[in-house]
């Protein structure tokens, strides 16, 4: 994440504040989405690899703007 990020994201105390800031900043959205890709694929990898009465979890994509604004 850039610098201007961070410091975007430093004064945001919760989710909402964050929501905010993003939306008035595109590139914040972006460089923090970018950041977490890597936290999301290990999680992913780790459920994947996790059964259940030997059923395997189903790991599903994340959902588009797009498809959040049809919905």
């Known amino acids: ?3 201007d990020s961070e410091r975007l994201m ?3 105390g ?3 504040k964050i929501h905010k800031v993003a ?3 595109p590139t914040l959205k ?3 989405t970018a950041s977490l890709q890597t ?3 290990l999680i992913r990898s780790v459920f994947e690899h996790q059964f259940l009465k030997d059923k395997s979890f189903k790991i599903f994509t ?3 703007e797009t498809e959040m ?3």
């Open 69 to 71: 604004k049809r919905f």
């Open 14 to 16: 919760t989710m909402n």
């Open 23 to 25: 939306e008035k900043n």
């Open 39 to 41: 936290l999301i694929n």
């Open 30 to 32: 972006e460089n923090l």
């Open 62 to 64: 994340t959902a588009s």
């Open 10 to 12: 430093s004064k945001c």
């Open 1 to 3: 994440m850039n610098n």
